[in-house]
């Protein structure tokens, strides 16, 4: 018995965050969101030697078009400009914008690009798509979660979503380390990503 009720309250969180959706959106188009940037981040992580340093992409831009009701419309498509990384020392910094990382002036932006958006358990997906880094293009799932949503409390016939996405990828797969840098020994080949969105779109 117990475990009905557990399931029919799973379920019915389910119905309710898809009706949230369904009724912001009254037309055969996924729902359009704005990323709301003070309340959002890019973030990642990547061995230094033994140890974890945490660096961050300031500016990004991404056009989102999601509703679980509707998969078949929704999309993803986010562009991160290489120059606003910030490992908070500017030294570091300005190192990876050369070629033996990023090659900013020639390759000035990471842009993935979803194919297909699934879904892939309560509340969780997997946009499917291509990832550019330099001159490499690689196929790329980017797994997320849909946190909630609502009618924000201090925005008028505003909704209001949170996603979080984690995922990793192997620097060298992109060409993200040239000579030298190409070992693994000081900076670690697998980066950690992790990004906090929080979404907004009018009613």
Same mark, same amino acid.
């Given at each position: %018995?117990?475990?009905?009720?557990?399931?029919?309250?799973?379920?019915?969180?389910?119905?309710?965050?898809?009706?949230?959706?369904?009724?912001?959106?009254?037309?055969?188009?996924?729902?359009?969101?704005?990323?709301?940037?003070?309340?959002?981040?890019?973030?990642?992580?990547?061995?230094?030697?033994?140890? *974890?340093?945490?660096?961050?992409?300031?500016?990004?831009?991404?056009?989102?078009?999601?509703?679980?009701?509707?998969?078949?419309?929704?999309?993803?498509?986010?562009?991160?400009?290489?120059?606003?990384?910030?490992?908070?020392?500017?030294?570091?910094?300005?190192?990876?914008?050369?070629?033996?990382?990023?090659?900013?002036?020639?390759?000035?932006?990471?842009?993935?690009?979803?194919?297909?958006?699934?879904?892939?358990?309560?509340?969780?997906?997997?946009?499917?798509?291509?990832?550019?880094?330099?001159?490499?293009?690689?196929?790329?799932?980017?797994?997320?979660?849909?946190?909630?949503? %609502?009618?924000? *409390?201090?925005?008028?016939?505003?909704?209001?979503?949170?996603?979080?996405?984690?995922?990793?990828? %192997?620097?060298?797969?992109?060409?993200?380390?040239?000579?030298?840098?190409?070992?693994?020994?000081?900076?670690?080949?697998?980066?950690?990503?992790?990004?906090?969105?929080?979404?907004?779109?009018?009613?």
């Amino acid at each position: %018995m117990c475990q009905k009720i557990t399931t029919s309250i799973i379920a019915a969180a389910f119905l309710l965050v898809s009706a949230a959706f369904t009724t912001i959106n009254d037309n055969d188009s996924a729902t359009a969101w704005q990323i709301d940037k003070s309340h959002s981040a890019v973030n990642f992580t990547i061995n230094h030697f033994f140890t *974890p340093v945490d660096g961050s992409f300031d500016e990004y831009e991404a056009v989102v078009n999601f509703d679980p009701s509707n998969l078949g419309e929704s999309s993803i498509d986010v562009t991160i400009p290489v120059s606003s990384v910030n490992t908070r020392n500017a030294r570091r910094d300005g190192h990876l914008l050369t070629d033996d990382f990023f090659n900013a002036e020639a390759f000035p932006n990471i842009r993935f690009v979803s194919s297909e958006i699934i879904q892939d358990g309560e509340n969780n997906f997997v946009a499917r798509g291509q990832l550019t880094i330099r001159d490499v293009t690689r196929e790329f799932d980017l797994p997320f979660e849909l946190l909630g949503v %609502m009618d924000h *409390p201090m925005r008028e016939n505003t909704t209001v979503a949170g996603i979080v996405a984690s995922a990793q990828i %192997m620097r060298n797969d992109f060409g993200v380390g040239t000579g030298d840098w190409r070992a693994t020994a000081v900076v670690g080949d697998r980066v950690n990503i992790q990004l906090n969105l929080e979404l907004l779109t009018s009613n």
